[in-house]
């Protein structure tokens, strides 16, 4: 299931424009409210009620949901929630409800305006953003140079299109069998289904019967089912292909079993930051048109570590904050490549594209103070490039041509221009003032013009 958590941040402005804002927000507020029905007592009644019924009958952990619903009902008692009458504050509220005893980021409350209530409703203009409208949440298929393929998955689509979307990832895994290593990236990718976890999980192994990768526990029926790979999988597999997954905080769910899985089978090499700690399984219950409930309703128990991410997260193998994770993946993948080299390809082509990988150190919020003294114009022959910098991103652009291309920090003075295999460095005097910018892969050399 997804997890969308969402943060609002309020900048100070001068007075007019303040009141200006507060004007214009109370229009369309007031315009917005039009089309919203109040919350009334009575259907608040029905929703405290059927989350009670709701919570206490499917949440994996019987103690805990008593405490949940006892949580909600002496609010609901004391008056907490009469007073919210905008749908969306009250699901809001209740969803912080929900989740406030351990933290479980599977119960959630979710409110349907009227526009999507009519948006779904309607057939002519339906879309179903897990299905084709996102290539099921293939994102993007391609190689990258050094012959390292990439994946991106943007969710694990519903277990309803499994038949549609095998032939999908067939293709991909295809159009990928020759790479000399591979980057699967589920940053940012909130979950889905664990059958198409298990669906994908299955290319990466030869074995001829299933590998069981884990059970879920559903506390209604207290039933446990499972889920393996499948040994039958159309198309090319990838066993000895050198893998890579990438997450952040935003991998939850299905994303965070995926990465999960594969670390505790020693099957991938885990990048980037620990992800968002979803393990358990839910279900959704509609409690009206607008009013929906989820409810962690499965309990993850991983068949290697007997036990889930639950709150912990897949911590991985080697930690990079979520803009980092691409480059430091794509640089261990060519360093793999290149000790590992099956095709006589001279170790300097590895060398340069690896001299061209960008860790990035956060320079888009660098003080604008410590690019300043590389600003300004620089001259030599018919050359002229100038540096500028805008919002804390420093760009070069020759005047005859027009174009910026953007300046990434490499190492001290050193930047990669564009995604050009191209880089340029900033020559000091003694002094520590500019005063030359050079080519490193190329014979260029400028003087910087002085100020007069």
């Known amino acids: 299931m997804n997890i969308n958590p969402i943060k609002k941040t309020i900048k100070s402005l001068p007075l007019l424009f303040t009141t200006l804002a507060i004007l214009l927000t109370s229009i369309k507020v007031s315009a917005q409210q039009d089309n919203i029905k109040p919350v ?15 919570v206490k009958r499917y949440y994996i952990e019987p103690a805990i949901a008593k405490q949940i619903v006892n949580r909600i009902h002496v609010k609901n008692k004391n008056g907490h929630y009469s007073g919210i009458t905008n749908p969306q504050v009250l699901s809001d509220s209740l969803s912080e409800d929900l989740r406030a005893i351990n933290g479980d980021l599977h119960m959630d409350m979710i409110y349907r305006s009227p526009r999507e209530i009519s948006t779904n409703d309607s057939p002519s203009i339906q879309v179903n953003k897990t299905g084709i409208w996102t290539n099921y949440g293939l994102n993007e298929i391609k190689v990258l140079d050094g012959n390292i393929g990439y994946l991106k998955v943007k969710h694990f689509t519903r277990h309803q299109y499994l038949d549609s979307i095998k032939p999908i990832i067939t293709t991909a895994i295809e159009s990928l069998k020759h790479a000399d290593a591979l980057i699967v990236d589920v940053r940012d990718n909130g979950g889905g289904f664990e059958e198409m976890v298990a669906y994908y999980i299955s290319y990466f192994f030869d074995s001829k019967t299933p590998i069981h990768l ?19 999988v159309l198309g090319t597999k990838l066993p000895d292909t050198k893998l890579y997954v990438l997450v952040n905080a935003n991998t939850g769910s299905a994303a965070e079993s995926f990465a999960y899985m594969l670390k505790h089978l020693d099957r991938a090499t885990i990048i980037g930051e620990t992800t968002a700690g979803a393990g358990n399984g839910a279900s959704i219950h509609k409690i009206n048109d607008r009013f929906t409930v989820q409810v962690s309703s499965e309990e993850t128990i991983n068949a290697i570590t007997k036990t889930s991410f639950e709150k912990t997260g897949v911590i991985p193998h080697i930690s990079a904050t979520s803009v ?19 095709r006589n390809i001279h170790p300097s082509n590895y060398d340069h594209l690896i001299d ?6 956060n320079n888009r919020s660098i003080d604008q103070k410590v690019y300043s003294k590389y600003l300004g114009s620089y001259k030599g022959g018919n ?7 805008e919002n804390n991103i420093l760009y070069g652009q020759m005047r005859a041509k027009g174009g910026k291309m953007e300046l990434t920090l490499l190492e001290n003075h050193t930047f990669k221009v564009g995604d050009i295999k191209e880089r340029i460095q900033f020559v ?3 002094n520590g003032d500019v005063v030359q910018l ?15």
């Open 383 to 389: 050359i002229h490039i100038t540096i500028t910098l």
């Open 324 to 342: 980092q994770a691409f480059s430091v993946g794509y640089k261990l993948a060519l360093e793999y490549a290149k000790e590992n080299n099956k």
């Open 214 to 232: 884990s059970d879920y526990r559903c506390t209604l029926h207290n039933h446990t089912y499972g889920v393996s790979t499948d040994p039958n």
């Open 428 to 430: 000091l005097d003694k």
């Open 40 to 54: 009334h007592a009575e259907e608040l009644n029905t929703i405290v009620d059927s989350i009670s019924t709701i």
């Open 438 to 452: 050079i080519g490193i892969d190329s014979p260029m050399e400028l003087t910087k013009v002085l100020n007069k």
């Open 356 to 361: 061209f990988i960008a860790i990035p150190k």
